[in-house]
């Protein structure tokens, strides 16, 4: 008999939030981000439920073959590009695009010899000011005529990414990223990719030709000032259990590893099947919120390996068996998130590969 816990997938949650991508971006082609196994959600069920992308976008490789031999035939882009010249070969065989950010790959790609007449699409990154991957404003010009003359080469997007769109103060932080984009892209006639899922909802002047999001398909916010639910976001991912024990403890008794927890009354303690093992982090701290019966109460005490403590005052007819929400449906990811001092992307990610799936 498995454990109670399990990870819902919603794939219609996440067919919905790539409409609402598409209404705040009807213009722009869509590049659903799909890196890190889908953000915790499964590689292969997410790109069913988000095929009307234009294209998908990722890290990994393998995960891109998979998605080829799988049958999809929309744009693949390795959003951190290759790290070899056999990785070059997986690139062209298998139609990729591919992200070129550094000089090292501009070498490569120039000394590789294509087996096809038609060259590789590159997405060529520009760093106007996250500073983390891309060509300075400075070295862009040389970049952008290296790949024209090299053979490999054949179509070319231009592509930055926003360090504060998901910062509702930090406009003219965006405005000088957008101005030094335009300044070295400005007049080139060609497509460009700029907008993540923040830049997406609240900067329409960035979505350009491809948008590129990302936790807004899952469901989660972007911004620590607004909800999913305010921006019409579902949640895809339901983290449940069950109560398996149910402990009293009298006032001062503490309860699980170091007694980090210790009742100032006597009160009633559910004990959930659930630890960071399985993916909640054990950082949270008491009072990170928790759904059981479908009402809202506390996380108490230490998060254990297999298991974690739930405050069970004034709720009497909750016993073993009873079941409890972690995060999802009822219980944004943010909120969880935030209360454990985090941000909703890790806690999406970092399912254990113990976790029950089901969809």
């Known amino acids: 008999m498995s454990r109670p816990i399990q990870a819902l997938i919603d794939l ?21 981000v799909i890196k890190a196994d889908a953000y915790g959600h499964g590689l292969l069920r997410s790109a069913e439920a988000l095929s009307r992308s234009d294209g998908f976008a990722m890290l990994e490789l393998d995960a891109a073959v998979r998605l080829r031999e799988a049958g999809y035939r929309q744009v693949i882009l390795l959003l951190e590009g290759f790290f070899s010249m056999e990785e070059l070969m997986w690139i062209e065989q298998y139609h990729l695009s591919t992200v070129i950010h550094n000089r ?23 760093n106007t000011g996250m500073n983390r991957l891309g060509f300075t404003p400075e070295q862009f010009p040389a970049a952008l005529e290296a790949l024209r003359t090299s053979p490999a080469a ?7 990414h926003f360090a504060r769109a998901d910062e509702c103060s930090r406009s003219e932080t965006i405005a000088a990223q957008l101005q030094r984009f335009k300044a070295v892209a400005g007049g080139r006639h060609l497509s460009c ?24 398909l899952y469901g989660g916010s972007p911004f620590a000032d607004r909800t999913a639910a305010e921006l019409d976001l579902h949640p895809a991912m339901t983290v449940s259990s069950k109560i398996i024990a149910v402990q009293t403890l009298k006032s001062g008794e503490g309860i699980g590893y170091g007694h980090a927890f210790r009742a100032d009354r ?59 929400t972690l995060w999802g449906k009822g219980l944004p990811v943010d909120e969880v998130a935030q209360a454990a001092g985090t941000v909703g992307y890790e806690l999406l990610c970092a399912l254990a590969p113990r976790m029950q799936i089901v969809t």
């Open 12 to 32: 219609s949650a996440l067919e919905h939030n790539l409409s609402v991508v598409r209404r705040h971006a009807p213009h722009a082609r869509v590049m659903a």
């Open 266 to 324: 006597p009160m009633r303690v559910g004990i959930v099947a659930g630890g960071y093992a399985d993916g909640y982090p054990r950082h949270a701290p008491t009072g990170t919120p928790v759904l059981v019966n479908g009402r809202r109460t506390r996380i108490v005490g230490r998060i254990s390996m297999d298991m974690l403590h739930v405050d069970l005052s004034g709720m009497d007819d909750v016993a073993v068996g009873s079941p409890v």
């Open 193 to 216: 990719s700029l907008a993540n899922s923040a830049a997406i909802l609240r900067y329409p002047e960035t979505h350009a030709d491809w948008v590129r999001p990302g936790i807004m």
């Open 104 to 126: 090292e790959q501009l070498a490569m790609l120039f000394a590789y010899k294509p087996r096809a007449r038609l060259g590789l699409n590159i997405f060529l990154k520009i």
């Open 154 to 160: 054949g179509e070319i997007t231009l592509m930055t």
